[in-house]
């Protein structure tokens, strides 16, 4: 299996615009999480799907913050519009289980800069 | 909310050494979950260890859960095992979610 597979790598764009980060999981897991890492709070965890159904959001920043999971092998993050503070590497995940449970396993990340 | 402490923060080895790291949990957790994030960001998962030993090649893994801690140990280091470990946990009480509240890390630096 080719992993968690996550894009764009890399992501520059101005303050204002719209941003969409992509996730494909790994083939028959259900559980899919969106992380945000930032030197100043480390790891924390956005939202969580199951079964394509958002469980938690609660870790969503504010209204800009929107995620979608269509089916089951696709996930798209997206802020709109953007802000120097959302600069971060955004980590998607997938596990087979439900819940934060089961072993997960996480993408290469999406680095953002927003200017 | 339950709170994760990693120790120590960074730590300097040469290739060879040995070492441990240490995780603190202030609360009784469900699942405990070690993770090394490697220079190019990239996050693995070393272990699930809710409580008991495990062992995975030159790495292994202790919980003591009533005692609300986690040891990872690492032995004859290699440049290789550089970078970031974290510690991860899911409180007892955390509800239907389940959220992976992760430490604030180990930074390891190993030297040839």
């Known amino acids: 299996d080719a992993g968690v597979i996550q894009s764009p790598r890399h992501e520059v764009t101005e303050m204002g615009q719209e941003v969409t980060l992509r996730c494909k999981p790994i083939s028959g897991h259900n559980s899919l999480f969106w992380y945000r890492q930032t030197m100043m709070r480390g790891l924390e965890l956005l939202i969580y799907?199951?079964?394509?159904?958002?469980?938690?959001d609660s870790g969503m920043p504010e209204d800009r913050f929107s995620a979608k999971m269509p089916n089951a092998s696709f996930s798209t993050l997206k802020i709109q519009p953007s802000e120097p503070r959302d600069s971060a590497v955004y980590f998607c995940?997938?596990?087979?289980?439900?819940?934060?449970?089961?072993?997960?396993?996480f993408g290469p990340g999406t680095r953002l800069t927003v200017l | 909310g339950i709170q994760v402490e990693q120790s120590p923060p960074d730590l300097i080895l040469q290739e060879g050494a040995n070492s441990t790291l240490r995780c603190n949990f202030s609360?009784?957790?469900?699942?405990l979950q070690w993770f090394h994030q490697n220079p190019w960001g990239q996050l693995i998962n070393l272990f699930y260890i809710p409580s008991g030993t495990k062992q995975n090649g030159r790495l292994s893994a202790t919980t003591v859960a009533t005692e609300r801690y986690s040891l990872l140990y690492i032995s004859s280091s290699q440049t290789t095992d550089s970078g970031v470990y974290f510690c991860?946990?899911?409180?007892?009480?955390?509800?239907?979610?389940?959220?992976?509240?992760f430490g604030t890390g180990t930074l390891l630096a190993v030297q040839p």
């Open positions: 799907f199951n079964n394509n159904v958002p469980i938690d």
């Open positions: 609360d009784s957790v469900n699942n």
């Open positions: 991860a946990v899911i409180s007892h009480y955390g509800g239907a979610t389940n959220k992976l509240i």
């Open positions: 995940a997938s596990s087979h289980g439900q819940g934060a449970a089961d072993t997960q396993y």
